[in-house]
C-alpha cells in the first residue's frame, strides 16, 4: 500500500506542475490507394495511448501534445504511416495497401500500447469495421468466428446463457477457459457459468459475459495466454480479451441511429425429431434500436451509445429485452495530464425454459423420448401433446434479471517527452436475480403432483452481487541510445473482487404469489467469496536498428487466496523477435514481390490461475437441520496453496507473400506446474477433497492464421481469412492422486487422470472378450471433449466502396461428445436405431452402465455463423445524412455436423462458479437460434 | 482555471489515495466460514456436534440405502440414473456408489470420534448422554461396515478391518455406550452386532433388554428437505433420497418393488413441503426378529411363533399412512407393464398388489407384514426359517436390510485402495454367494401376465437364503 500511495503522491506532485507545452489538435482524412476513404483507422500519438479512429467517411480529429508530437497512422491491410505534426493542423494520409500488419500498435499485454514488431507474442484484434458487420447481441457470440485461434461455442440457445471460450487447451481442471474480461483497461465479471448458488433449472447456465454492455465498442484485442500474459498475473493463464471503447472527435456532432428487425426460429437440424420443433418452436420477433451521438471539442470530446433490444425467443418460453448504454468522455485536464472514462449500464431480463436435468424440461422429455416416437406418432396424439406443452409454458416462470454498471477511467501523464505515467482504475458492479416460480399449477400440470394440490408451490430466488474493483498504475520510459532504443515499463496491478450470493428457497407457496413472504417455510443461504490479487511488474523491450527486438518481464504476484505459507510468486516472461525481411541480404536474396515480410519470434512467459478463494483455510460448518445448530467437518485446508503456473514456451513465424498473403505459425508447449487438483481423500478418512497444487498440465500445439487478397481492384475488392489450431492437452501427473471427476453424470463422466486429457470422458467400453463373446471395460476411455483440431474462417467481398457480402465460421474436429438424448430415449425404447450392435444386446449387456461407450460420437462441425451482405449509400439529402447502410444477415446460417446431437450445446459439463468446463454432453437443451436480420444505420 | 483543475488534481487524487487503501487493502479478506476455534472449546458445541451427527446419518443412510435396496430383491431399477450396477450384482470396487457409501460409514466414525477426543472434553456442557451418543455413533458406523462390507478399514487410512473385527469394535462401542448412559439405540445396536456375528445366547440378551426397555421402540432417520443443499452426491443432501426415489415424481427416479411388496411402497412419501418421511434406523420389531430367528435354529418353533405373535402386535400398532399416490405408475415410462390393480395375484397370492390411480392407499411408515400368526400355526423349521425371512423382508423394506439378509456384500473402494497402502487387491474383488451369482441378472425378474392378471416371481430369493443356511454368507444362526 505504502508504494501506490507513493506513486500516486508522485503523479499528485507532478499533475501541479503543469507544463505549458503548446497542444494542438490536428485533423484529417486518411485514404487508401484509390482514394477511398478507410474508416476505423487507428491514429495514435506515437508513444502514448493517447488515439482515436477515423468515422465512416474516414475523417478523425486528435489532440496531441505539440509540434512534435507523431501520429502514427494504421488500419488493417495497409502499411503503417507515421507523419510529424509540426504546424499542421491538417493532416491527409493515403495509406498504401500491405500484406503485414507489424505496425499496427496493441495495447494487452504490454503496459503500454507497442506496435507488433516488437513482441514476440501473438495479438489478435477485431476491429469496429469487423463488428460492425455482426449483430450478435452478447460478447462471446460476437466474438465467435472472429478470433483466429479462439474457439467459442454456447452451451445453449436459451437467452443468457453459458459459452466455453478456448484457445490453447485447457491448462487448469480447478476452473474453466474462460479468459480474463476487461473493458479499456478495466476487469470486468467473466463468470462463464452458474454461480455458486445458482438456480438448478436442469442445467441452465447463466453467463456474466452474456450482459457485459456492448455499446461503441471499437476494438477487441485478445491474448491466449503464455508470455504475453506474464504481466497480468493473477488468473490470465487463459489469457485476456479487453475490449476498446469508442471516444468522440472534436468538430460537428454526429448521431447515428440504427433499427434491426427480424426474426428468430429455432434450428431443427440436431433435433431427433422434426415434430419436436412443430410441437414446440415458434418464431420470435426480434428488435434493436440503437441510438448515438458523439461529439467535442479539442480539450472535451463525448459519445453516447443506447440500445433496446427485445425478442420474443423462438418458442412461447425463452425470451429477452436488453437496455443499455454507455457514455464515454475524454478532456485534456492540462497540456500534459489526460483523463477519459467510459460509464455503461445494462438491464437485461431473460425468461427460460426448463432443461433435461429436471423432467419439467418440454423440450428435453420430447427429444429424450418421454413421450414416445415422435416420429411415428399421428396427430391424434400429436395434437393434444401440443396443447399440454402449451399449458406447460403457461405456468414456466424462469426469469433472471441483471443490473450491471461498469466504469473505466485513465489518467495518462505526459512527465515529459519520454515518460508517461498512465493510471486505469474503475470497476464492474452486477447484481442478478434469477427466480422459479414453481406453482401448485406447475407441478400438477408436469404431473408432479395430483389434480389438487395447494400445498406444494415452491419460489427459489439466487441473488449475486458482484463487485469488482481493478486498478492498474504504470510508468513507461522510451530512450534511443545509438542503434538501440528501449521502453521500460515499470507498474503495480490491482483487483479485488467481492462476491456474494443468497439462495432463498420457499416452500408451501400458494399459486398467485411471487413473493417468498407468502410461504409455509422458508430457508436461505449465502455464499461469499472474496479475493485480492496484486502485483509488481517490470518490463523492458529492447530494440536494435528496429529490426531485432527482445521481450522482458518481470511479475512478482500475491494473492489473499495463497495458503499462509506462500508469500510473491515471481514470474518471467523472455521473449525476441528479428524481422528477417529488413534485413538486406534478405532483400538482395529474395523479391521483395514475392516476401514482403519474414518474422521469426519467440519467447517464454509465465502466467497463473489462483486457487479458489478460502481453499486454503480449515473450516468447519455450521448447517441447519431441523432448526437446530448442527455442525460438521468443512475444508480441511492447505496453508501451501498457492497459483499453478502455466509456463509457455513458443516459436513462430510471419510472413509476408506476394503481397496478398499473410500467413502466421506459432508453435507453443505451455506446462502447467502445481496444477490445482481437488483429488478425493481415501474415504475412509470421512474427509472432503481439498484443493493442493499437486497436478501437471501439457498443452502443445500449434496455430496457423492465413489471409489472403483474392481481388484488388477499384471496384473488387475481396478478402478471405482461414485458421487452424492444434491442440494436444495432457495430464502429465495426478501427484499420486486418484483421478477425479470433473463433470458429466455417474455412468459417463468427464475425468481427471494421468496420461488422459483434461475432462476426458470415462465411462464402460464394451470389448470383445477374445472368446467370440463380449465383456464390459469400467471405466475406459471413451473421447476428449476438446477437439484437438479447430479454427474459423471468413470471406468478405466489396463492390466499388457500396455493396459488400460476409461470411464467417468455424470448425472442430477431432474430438467427442456424449448424446445424452439418447440415453434418455434408451430408458424409453424409442432409442436410435443401431446405436448398439444386435449380438452386444443379445449377449445380455443392457445397462446403459454398460452400453455408455456407444452414446459417444465424434463431434466433428463446421458451422457458417453469419452471413450478411450490405449496401452502403454513402452520402444523401446534400450530406445531410453522411452515410446511410442497409443490410441483411442470417446467423447460424448453416451447420455441418457429424454428430447426431449439436457439439456446441452442453446440457451438463460446465461446473458452477467458474469450475471446470469441458462440455460434450449434449442433452435437453435447445442449439442456438437462426436469426434473420435487417439493419437500417443512418448517420447524420 | 489551472488553478482550479490543479485543485480538482489534487482533490481527486487525494480521495484515490484514501478510498484506495480503505477498499483495496489485501489483508482486508476474511474468510466467513467457522475456523477450529469458533467450535473446540465452545459451550455447547457437544451438543450441536451430536446434531451434526445425527445430520450425516441422513447423508449416510442415503449414500448406503438406495444402493442397498437395488442390490436387494426388493426394488428393481428401471429407468433412474440411481445405481445400475448392483441390480445386477454387479459389484465393482470402481463404482462411485461403493466409494461414496465407504465415505459417508468412515466420516460417520471420524465424527464420533473428533467429538469424543475434542469436542466432547472441551465442552463445560459435555453430559455423559452426548458422550452414549457419540459412543453410539461409532459403534453404529462399525456396524454399518459389518453389514454391508466383507473387509473395510477400521481409521482413516488404516488397516483393513474384516467384518468379525467390526462387529466386535461395534460391540464395544455400543456396551461403552451403554455404560456411560443406559439407552435403548445401544442395547439395539449390540442385538444386530451380536446377532450378526451368529451369537444367538447374547443377542437374544441383547433383545430382551430392549424389548424390556421400550417395547414400542424406534429409532429414526430424519431428513431436512428444506435445508438440503447441493445435489445427491452432495455432503450435504439432506433430502429422503429413497423418498425422492420411492414415491416423488419428476428425476429419473423409478425404482419398481417385487410386486409381492406393493403393497408396501412407497413406504416413504411425502409429510409436507418441507418435510420428507423418516427412515428407521433401529426398531424394536428387530428384537422379536431375532428371537424368532434364535428360537427357529434352537428347534424351538412354538417359542418362534411366540416371538413373531409379538412382533405382529408391535407391528399392528405403527402407523399408516394414506397417501395419494396416483401420480405413480408401475412403470412411469410403460404404464401397465408390471401388475398395478387389486386383482393381480403375485404367485398365486392376492391382496399384495395396489391400485393407485383410484383414490388414495394406505401403506405402513414403519412397518408392514402379510402374514399373521394364523398363518404361521404349525409351521416349523425351514418352512418358519423362509417365514422369517419373508416378513424380515417385508418388515424392514426401504431400511437396507435385505441385502444383509441375502448375504450381499460390497468391496473397498478404488479410491480406498489407491490411498491406503493397508489395502490389498482381495480386498476390492467381490465376493457373491454362489447361489446368487448364478441368477445375478434376474434377481428381481418378474413374469406378469396381464391378460391373466397373475404375476410371478422368476426366483423365490427366500427359499435360496433359506436353502442356502448353512454357508457363511447368510442366516448367521446356522
Redesign the interface.
Known amino acids: 500500500m505504502r508504494t501506490t500511495k507513493a506513486v500516486l503522491t508522485l503523479l499528485l506532485a507532478l499533475c501541479v506542475q503543469v507544463g505549458f507545452a503548446q497542444s494542438r489538435t490536428v485533423k484529417g482524412t486518411v485514404k487508401g490507394p484509390g482514394g477511398e476513404p478507410i474508416p476505423g483507422a487507428s491514429v495514435i500519438e506515437k508513444g502514448t495511448k493517447n488515439g482515436t479512429a477515423t468515422d465512416a467517411t474516414g475523417t478523425y480529429s486528435i489532440t496531441v501534445s505539440g509540434p512534435k508530437s507523431v501520429l502514427v497512422i494504421s488500419s488493417l491491410g495497409f502499411e503503417t504511416q507515421e507523419r510529424e505534426v509540426g504546424s499542421n493542423s491538417t493532416i491527409d494520409v493515403y495509406l498504401a495497401e500491405s500484406s503485414e500488419t507489424l505496425d499496427e500498435v496493441v495495447v494487452t499485454g504490454q503496459g503500454v500500447g507497442m506496435s507488433r514488431k516488437r513482441i514476440s507474442t501473438t495479438v489478435s484484434s477485431i476491429d469496429s469495421k469487423e463488428l460492425k458487420k455482426s449483430p450478435a447481441m452478447q460478447l462471446d457470440q460476437l466474438i465467435q468466428s472472429k478470433l483466429p485461434n479462439a474457439q467459442i461455442k454456447l452451451s445453449s440457445g436459451q437467452p443468457g446463457t453459458a459459452s466455453i471460450i478456448r484457445s490453447r487447451g485447457p491448462v487448469s481442471a480447478n476452473t474453466n477457459t474462460t479468459p480474463v474480461i476487461m473493458i479499456d483497461g478495466v476487469r470486468v465479471d467473466n463468470l462463464n457459468s452458474n454461480p455458486a448458488l445458482g438456480l438448478n433449472t436442469g442445467g441452465a447456465q447463466s453467463s456474466a459475459i452474456a450482459d457485459i454492455p456492448m455499446e461503441d465498442i471499437d476494438r477487441i484485442e485478445y491474448i491466449p495466454g503464455g508470455a504475453a500474459t506474464t504481466l497480468y498475473g493473477a488468473d490470465a493463464a487463459n489469457g485476456v480479451l479487453q475490449i476498446f471503447t469508442k471516444r468522440g472527435k472534436a468538430g460537428r456532432s454526429s448521431v447515428f441511429f440504427e433499427t434491426q428487425l427480424g426474426q428468430m426460429v429455432g434450428t431443427a437440424d440436431f433435433l431427433r425429431w422434426q415434430e419436436t420443433a412443430d410441437l414446440i418452436y415458434e418464431p420470435g420477433f426480434v428488435q434493436n434500436y440503437r441510438l448515438g451521438f458523439s461529439g467535442g471539442t479539442d480539450a472535451f470530446n463525448y459519445s453516447f451509445s443506447g440500445s433496446l433490444y427485445q425478442d420474443d425467443g423462438f418458442n412461447a418460453v425463452n425470451q429477452q429485452v436488453r437496455r443499455n448504454f454507455r457514455t464515454t468522455v475524454a478532456a485534456r485536464v492540462s497540456n500534459r495530464l489526460r483523463y477519459s472514462a467510459s460509464l455503461a449500464y445494462s438491464n437485461s431480463e431473460f425468461t427460460r425454459d426448463y432443461n433435461a436435468n429436471t423432467s419439467y424440461s418440454r423440450f428435453g422429455n420430447l427429444e429424450g423420448g418421454s413421450f414416445g416416437n415422435l416420429g411415428d406418432s399421428t396427430s391424434a396424439y400429436l395434437d393434444p401433446l401440443k396443447d399440454q406443452l402449451a399449458d406447460e409454458a403457461d405456468v414456466t416462470n424462469i426469469t433472471e434479471r441483471v443490473n450491471r454498471f461498469n466504469v473505466a477511467n485513465n489518467f495518462t501523464y505526459d512527465v515529459s517527452d519520454k515518460v508517461i505515467v498512465s493510471l486505469d482504475f474503475g470497476l464492474d458492479s452486477r447484481n442478478s436475480k434469477q427466480q422459479e416460480l414453481g406453482t401448485n399449477a406447475l407441478q400438477i400440470v408436469k404431473g408432479t403432483y395430483p389434480d389438487g394440490t395447494t400445498d406444494q408451490g415452491y419460489i427459489d430466488v439466487s441473488s449475486r452481487n458482484f463487485l469488482v474493483l481493478s486498478a492498474n498504475l504504470n510508468s513507461s520510459y522510451t530512450e534511443k541510445v545509438g542503434d538501440f532504443d528501449f521502453i521500460t515499463t515499470v507498474g503495480g496491478q490491482m483487483f479485488r473482487e467481492n462476491d456474494y450470493q443468497t439462495l432463498i428457497n420457499a416452500t408451501g407457496v400458494p399459486d398467485g404469489s411471487e413473493s417468498v413472504n407468502n410461504s409455509a417455510d422458508q430457508s436461505v443461504q449465502d455464499f461469499y467469496n472474496t479475493v485480492t490479487s496484486y502485483g509488481l511488474y517490470l518490463a523492458e523491450n529492447i530494440g536494435w536498428k528496429d529490426k531485432v527486438f527482445l521481450d522482458l518481464g518481470l511479475r512478482f504476484d500475491g494473492n489473499s487466496a495463497f495458503g499462509d505459507e506462500i508469500g510473491l510468486i515471481p514470474l518471467i516472461k523472455v521473449g525476441g523477435s528479428y524481422i528477417l525481411s529488413d534485413e538486406d541480404f534478405f532483400k538482395n536474396a529474395i523479391s521483395k514481390d514475392i516476401v514482403t515480410l519474414a518474422k521469426i519470434r519467440a519467447n517464454y512467459g509465465e502466467a497463473t490461475i489462483f486457487p479458489t478463494p478460502f481453499a486454503n483455510d480449515l473450516t468447519f460448518a455450521l448447517n441447519p437441520y431441523n432448526g437446530l445448530q448442527s455442525f460438521a467437518f468443512s475444508n480441511p485446508g492447505n496453508p501451501e496453496l498457492q497459483s499453478e503456473i502455466a509456463a509457455t514456451t513458443e516459436f513462430g513465424v510471419d510472413l509476408g507473400l506476394f503481397k496478398r498473403l499473410t500467413l502466421s505459425f506459432t508453435y507453443y508447449r505451455t506446462l502447467t506446474t502445481g496444477a490445482l487438483f481437488t483429488p478425493p481423500q481415501a474415504p475412509s478418512t470421512g474427509q472432503a477433497a481439498q484443493e493442493k497444487n499437486v497436478g501437471e498440465i501439457e498443452n502443445t500445439g500449434y496455430e496457423i492464421a492465413m489471409g489472403v487478397n483474392i481481388l484488388s481492384s477499384e471496384k473488387h475488392n475481396m478478402n478471405a481469412r482461414f485458421s487452424y489450431n492444434y491442440n494436444q492437452n495432457n495430464v502429465l501427473s495426478t501427484g499420486g492422486a486418484p483421478e477425479f471427476v470433473v463433470g458429466g453424470f455417474t455412468f459417463l463422466g468427464s475425468w481427471v487422470n494421468e496420461g488422459q486429457p483434461l475432462g476426458y470422458l470415462r465411462g464402460a467400453k464394451v470389448v470383445s472378450d477374445g472368446n467370440g463373446g463380449y465383456e464390459v471395460e469400467r471405466n475406459a476411455y471413451l473421447g476428449n471433449t476438446f477437439s484437438p483440431t479447430f479454427g474459423t474462417f471468413g470471406i468478405d467481398y466489396t463492390w466499388n466502396n457500396k455493396l459488400s457480402f460476409f461470411l464467417n465460421g468455424d470448425y472442430q474436429f477431432g474430438g467427442q461428445g456424449v448424446n445424452v438424448d439418447d440415453v434418455l430415449r434408451y430408458f424409453g425404447g424409442v432409442n436410435d436405431e443401431d446405436r448398439f450392435p444386435q449380438d452386444v444386446l443379445d449377449a445380455g449387456i443392457t445397462s446403459f452402465f454398460d452400453l455408455a461407450g456407444y452414446w459417444v460420437e465424434d463431434a466433428n462441425y463446421i458451422k457458417v455463423r453469419t452471413i450478411g451482405a450490405e449496401y452502403n449509400f454513402g452520402s444523401l439529402m446534400d450530406s445531410r445524412i453522411k452515410n446511410l447502410r442497409v443490410g441483411f444477415t442470417v446467423q447460424n446460417a448453416f451447420n455441418w455436423v457429424s454428430s447426431s446431437f449439436d457439439p456446441d450445446v452442453t446440457g451438463s459439463g460446465i461446473r458452477t462458479q467458474g469450475g471446470f468446463a469441458g462440455g460434450g454432453f449434449a442433452f435437453g437443451t435447445e442449439s442456438a437460434p437462426r436469426i434473420y436480420l435487417a439493419t437500417l444505420r443512418v448517420n447524420l | 482555471m489551472?488553478k482550479l483543475?490543479?485543485k480538482?488534481?489534487?482533490v481527486a487524487?487525494?480521495a484515490?489515495?484514501i478510498v484506495?487503501?480503505e477498499?483495496?487493502?489485501?489483508?482486508?479478506?476474511?474468510?466467513?466460514?467457522?475456523?477450529?476455534d469458533?467450535?473446540v472449546g465452545q459451550p455447547n458445541?457437544s451438543q450441536?456436534?451430536l446434531?451434526?451427527m445425527?445430520?450425516?446419518l441422513a447423508v449416510t443412510a442415503n449414500n448406503n440405502l438406495i444402493v442397498a435396496e437395488i442390490a436387494s430383491d426388493n426394488y428393481v431399477n428401471?429407468?433412474t440414473?440411481f445405481?445400475?450396477?448392483v441390480?445386477?450384482l454387479n459389484i465393482?470396487f470402481?463404482d462411485?456408489?461403493v466409494?461414496?457409501s465407504?465415505?459417508?460409514i468412515?466420516?460417520?466414525?471420524?465424527?464420533a470420534l473428533?467429538g469424543l477426543n475434542e469436542?466432547g472434553p472441551n465442552d463445560p456442557n459435555y453430559t455423559p448422554a452426548i458422550q452414549a451418543e457419540y459412543e453410539f455413533f461409532a459403534g453404529l458406523s462399525h456396524l454399518l461396515a459389518g453389514m454391508y462390507y466383507q473387509n473395510?478399514?477400521?481409521?482413516?487410512?488404516?488397516p483393513v478391518l474384516g467384518r468379525d473385527a467390526h462387529l466386535d469394535a461395534a460391540i464395544n462401542y455400543f456396551n461403552a455406550s451403554e455404560a456411560t448412559n443406559p439407552n435403548t439405540s445401544a442395547k439395539m445396536g449390540l442385538a444386530r452386532a451380536y446377532y450378526l456375528k451368529g451369537d444367538a445366547t447374547n443377542a437374544v440378551t441383547a433383545a430382551d433388554a430392549a424389548i424390556a426397555a421400550e417395547p414400542d421402540f424406534l429409532r429414526v432417520i430424519?431428513f431436512?428437505p428444506?435445508?438440503s443443499?447441493g445435489?445427491s452426491n452432495s455432503?450435504?443432501y439432506?433430502v429422503n433420497s429413497l423418498q425422492d426415489a420411492l414415491y416423488?415424481?419428476?428425476?429419473?427416479d423409478d425404482l419398481q418393488p417385487l410386486p409381492k411388496l406393493d403393497f408396501l411402497d412407497p413406504k416413504f412419501s411425502?409429510v409436507?413441503?418441507?418435510t420428507d418421511s423418516d427412515i428407521p434406523l433401529l426398531k424394536i420389531e428387530e428384537a422379536h426378529l431375532i428371537k424368532a430367528e434364535a428360537a427357529n435354529a434352537g428347534g424351538n418353533d412354538p417359542g418362534a411363533l411366540l416371538a413373531l405373535t409379538d412382533l405382529f402386535a408391535v407391528v399392528a400398532n405403527r402407523p399408516v399412512r394414506t397417501i395419494?399416490d396416483?401420480?405413480e405408475d408401475r412403470t412411469e415410462?410403460?404404464p401397465g407393464t408390471r401388475p398395478d390393480s387389486t386383482d393381480i395375484t403375485v404367485d398365486g397370492r392376492p391382496g399384495l398388489v395396489l391400485a393407485r390411480k383410484s383414490g388414495t392407499v394406505d401403506i405402513p411408515s414403519v412397518s408392514g407384514t402379510s402374514y399373521d400368526a394364523a398363518m404361521l400355526a404349525g409351521v416349523t423349521g425351514d418352512d418358519m426359517l423362509e417365514a422369517i425371512y419373508n416378513i424380515r423382508q417385508e418388515v424392514f423394506i426401504g431400511e437396507g436390510m435385505r441385502m444383509v439378509d441375502m448375504g450381499l456384500t460390497l468391496v473397498v473402494?478404488?479410491?480406498?485402495s489407491?490411498?491406503?497402502d493397508n489395502v490389498s487387491a482381495g480386498d476390492t474383488e467381490a465376493d457373491i454367494p454362489a447361489f446368487l451369482a448364478g441368477i445375478a441378472?434376474q434377481i428381481d425378474a418378474i413374469t406378469y401376465d396381464p391378460a391373466a392378471r397373475t404375476c410371478t416371481i422368476d426366483n423365490d430369493i427366500t427359499a435360496l437364503i433359506v436353502a442356502n443356511k448353512g454357508t457363511d454368507y447368510v442366516c448367521p444362526f446356522h
Open positions: 489551472k483543475l490543479t480538482i488534481s489534487i487524487a487525494s484515490l489515495v484506495g487503501c477498499a483495496i487493502d489485501p489483508t482486508d479478506v476474511v474468510n466467513p466460514n467457522l475456523s477450529e469458533a467450535l458445541s450441536s456436534w446434531n451434526g445425527e445430520r450425516q428401471t429407468q440414473f445405481n445400475q450396477f441390480d445386477g465393482d470402481q462411485d456408489d466409494d461414496d465407504q465415505f459417508h468412515g466420516r460417520l466414525r471420524e465424527m473428533f469436542i473395510l478399514p477400521g481409521e482413516a487410512a488404516g430424519t431436512d428444506q435445508n443443499r445435489n455432503n450435504n439432506t416423488d415424481r419428476g428425476s429419473f411425502v409436507s413441503s418441507n395419494n396416483a401420480a415410462r410403460n473402494s478404488q479410491n480406498e489407491l490411498l491406503n441378472g
